[in-house]
């Protein structure tokens, strides 16, 4: 039995386009059919829900984000916007660190509390050595 509890409300995906987002709008529109479901990213999905209101949105750009979240007003946020290309490190700052300051910046001046789940990944530890791994939350790089 799944617990109505934890999710409820309005629900907003960023990164809704990406690999993950993709997964999670299917999940939630399936076993959560009573959410109001919001996705936004700066690209269109292929495919979406007829369930899910899409609306493109840069998070990098904080009048544009303040300006979406504001509209929508989400109780939760799954903040899964993101990249990995380490070729333009200037482009990965921007979107990773200024991006979820923006998304946690807006949500955090609403008068009500918002639940923002971050997701990421184990390239934040960088290259590790083979007998690192699995990587363990301890380790010291």
Known sequence: ???TNLLRGKILITGISGFFGKY???YLSKEYPELKIYGIDVNKPITIQSNIKFIKSDI???KDIKSTLN???PDIIFHLAGIFNASDLTFLHKVNV???ENVISVAGNFSKNVCIILAS???VYGSVRRENNPIKEEINL
Do not use: F, K, V
Request: aromatic letters at 6%; proline letters at 0%; charged letters at 15%.
């Open 1 to 3: 039995m799944r617990n």
């Open 24 to 26: 999670l709008c299917n």
């Open 60 to 62: 990098t750009d904080y």
């Open 71 to 73: 509209r929508i007003h």
């Open 98 to 100: 200024i991006g979820s």
């Open 121 to 123: 990944s184990a390239s």
